[in-house]
């Protein structure tokens, strides 16, 4: 039975529409009365969702929004995250990363809701892998420069803040479209087109289904401080993209490997991002998982939306897979 919703406890998600909220918000259960916060339409309706369109620039809307729904937490996951977009246009970037953290936390600040950032691997230079909580940050892009910013304004509420600081994430919608590498990459595979994956750069990416549960466990409980959410595999992206292909039973050869001359003109990136998750496994209930097991969940989604079980003599072939395979989002 769902408790009444005045029992619930309150919680705000930003960037709604996005590829991460996506996952926080299929996955908040019962215990949660969920604010969803974005520029578009509601993506879904159900019990203990509600919807609300603004622009959440507007610092008096939004303070408005936020004294009516009272949260006990805010999940906040809207960024401007297009790298080579906020190397362009770095005034805006930290308009909207550092300057929209920052009315999120004078706003709980003062009225004592916990705020969690998701934050991102990038922060670090990538010379000295892999990297634990405590290891200072040193952005080599104006993204993570403005990420490294929001930080600061989070570790200042103290007990209030958590910094969860994101590996690349994995996996495919659960709302909406989202910003799914892994979903652009099958319709590349799907049609018959080649997708690169480079060599020098290595994260240790999370499977979007874990990283709602986690991020959902660090709004409800005691937790404060830097968390880093990553998964138990350490791969280059041309390593990933392998698996993908792989998994998802396509061609290798259809898989190319990149280096940075192959795009000239984009942002530096750091080398190797590999996070410590020994923090997060330990003081957490959700599990990290490996890569192979993160894309587990995937799989079956994919093979009952597309209909095809194998590819065989050049192409793909069609037969019935059972729907209950379907595995948008795990229990236990």
């Known amino acids: 039975m769902l408790a009444p919703m005045s029992a619930r406890k309150r919680l705000i998600v930003t960037g709604a529409h996005g590829f991460v909220a996506g996952s926080v918000l299929a996955q908040a259960g019962a215990e949660w009365e969920a604010h969803a916060l974005g520029r578009g339409e ?17 610092s008096g809307r939004l303070a408005q929004l936020f004294h009516e729904v009272r949260p006990d937490a805010v999940i906040h996951t809207a960024a401007l995250s297009d790298i080579d977009y906020c190397q362009a246009h770095p005034e805006l970037a ?15 600040a003062g009225t004592g809701a916990k705020l969690v950032l998701c934050s991102t691997d990038t922060v670090f230079d990538g010379e000295h892998a ?41 996996g495919l919608p659960v709302l909406g479209a989202g910003n799914s590498f892994l979903a652009r990459m099958l319709a590349a595979l ?24 986690a991020l959902l466990e660090l709004a409800a409980g005691d937790h404060h401080g830097i968390f880093h959410l ?50 997060a496994r330990g003081q957490l209930k959700t599990p990290m998982l490996s ?33 209950d395979n379907l595995c948008l989002l795990r229990t236990g």
């Open 42 to 58: 509601a993506l879904t309706q159900r019990e203990g969702l509600r919807w609300h369109r603004l622009d959440p620039l507007q």
């Open 94 to 108: 930290r308009a909207v990363n550092a300057g929209l953290t920052r009315a999120l936390a004078e706003l709980c």
């Open 130 to 170: 892999p990297y634990c909580e405590e290891d200072p940050p040193r952005p080599v892009n104006s993204y993570a420069q403005t990420k490294v910013e929001a930080e600061q304004i989070v570790s200042q509420l103290g007990a209030q803040g958590v910094i969860a600081r994101l590996a690349l994430v994995a």
């Open 190 to 213: 799907k049609d018959g087109r080649t997708v690169g994956g480079f060599t020098h750069e290595v994260r240790t990416p999370i499977d979007v289904i874990t990283l709602g549960r």
């Open 230 to 279: 990553a998964g138990n595999s350490r791969l280059s992206r041309f390593e990933m993209a392998q698996q993908i292909a792989a998994r998802f039973r396509f061609p290798l050869d259809l898989v190319v490997a990149q280096t940075p001359a192959s795009l000239p003109g984009r942002a530096p990136r750091p080398r190797d991002v590999s996070l410590d998750n020994r923090k």
């Open 291 to 323: 890569f192979a097991d993160g894309l587990s969940c995937g799989a079956p989604r994919f093979f009952v939306e597309e209909g095809y079980s194998r590819w065989r003599g050049g192409k793909w072939l069609r037969s019935r897979v059972r729907g």
